[in-house]
């Protein structure tokens, strides 16, 4: 069965410091990875997804993923917090055959000035 | 190309009441889906469908029906609302999921039910 944990449901960064939202996924087969943001009261925003392309993903606004395999990880990453990041992540697994995507719990990141 | 267009965006029922959440799609997707969003529960998945006349119950299916029709379509019903049911409802849809296809979602239906 294919699971999703985040690590942290609350992350607290001052601005101008890096970031990390922490995600360990559990699947049988080679998922496809995507986190998505979630700003107050609006919709998912696609950040980055993991294809098996490459490793390390860039996705928009600074944010990058590393997916590690022996880890079975794909912690986000951005080397300086701005006001802008506040919101929700969320880590989505698609696993393969069409089934249902599995998301996690999501991670609230606060900026302080 | 619209993308994935969810309607209506705000509704406020009573109890007792019944209601269809729409959600449309022009990227002729097969997957979609419906969850809904709860505060510290993250999104979880009430109905999907892999395509058009299959449809598949999620973790939370009770109080809700789906059909899906046609390939653009899948309409989310409330049989009989009930205040558990107040929540921020997402529509999602993809070609397939896996492969490294995107995932595109509406942009939420904010339901409170007095």
């Known amino acids: 069965a294919q699971s999703v944990t985040q690590l942290d449901s609350h992350v607290s960064v001052s601005e101008g410091t890096p970031v990390l939202l922490r995600c360990n996924y559990s699947s049988s087969y080679s998922p496809s990875l995507f986190w998505y943001v979630q700003h107050p009261n609006k919709g998912l925003q696609l950040l980055l997804k993991?294809?098996?392309?490459?490793?390390l993903v860039k996705g928009i606004n600074g944010f990058e993923a590393e997916f590690k395999k022996s880890e079975t990880s794909f912690h986000l990453t951005k080397p300086s917090a701005h006001m802008s990041d506040a919101a929700e992540y969320f880590c989505v697994v698609s696993p393969s055959g069409n089934t249902p995507l599995v998301f996690g719990k999501g991670t609230r990141l606060s900026v302080i000035a | 190309n619209a993308g994935v267009t969810q309607t209506p965006k705000f509704q406020v029922l009573k109890t007792g009441q019944s209601m269809t959440l729409q959600c449309a799609q022009d990227m002729n997707h097969e997957y979609m889906s419906w969850y809904r969003q709860d505060p510290g529960m993250g999104l979880r998945l009430i109905h999907y469908?892999?395509?058009?006349?299959?449809?598949d119950q999620g973790e939370v299916p009770n109080g809700y029906n789906v059909s899906r029709s046609t390939t653009e379509d899948f309409p989310l019903r409330l049989l009989s609302a009930a205040p558990s049911q107040t929540s921020v409802y997402f529509c999602a849809s993809s070609y397939r999921t896996g492969s490294g296809n995107t995932i595109y979602f509406g942009e939420g239906s904010w339901l409170t039910v007095v």
């Open positions: 469908s892999v395509g058009a006349g299959i449809t």
């Open positions: 993991y294809t098996s392309a490459a490793t």
